[in-house]
């Protein structure tokens, strides 16, 4: 069980149950395995980012990401 999430955005820690361990909120995880013809050959980068950190992150693309409703997580 994770323990502890940090937002690489801004720092914050992300409210987690002490009893229980679950998480209070959500965020967003992305991981990328760069592969060949990148600066980055052979690595793997991961980062989290709070719900706040997202919504900065996604207001500044020129492009808005797709977005659509789900009934079922």
Known sequence: ?????ICNGCGRKLRC???????L????????AWGYFSKKDL???RFILCEEC???MIARFAVPP????????
């Open 1 to 5: 069980m994770q323990k502890e999430m």
């Open 17 to 23: 149950s002490d009893d229980s361990g679950i998480f």
């Open 25 to 32: 909120e959500d965020a967003f995880v992305a991981e990328k």
């Open 43 to 45: 690595t793997r980068h």
């Open 54 to 56: 997202y919504d900065d």
């Open 66 to 73: 797709d977005v659509e409703e789900v009934t079922e997580l």
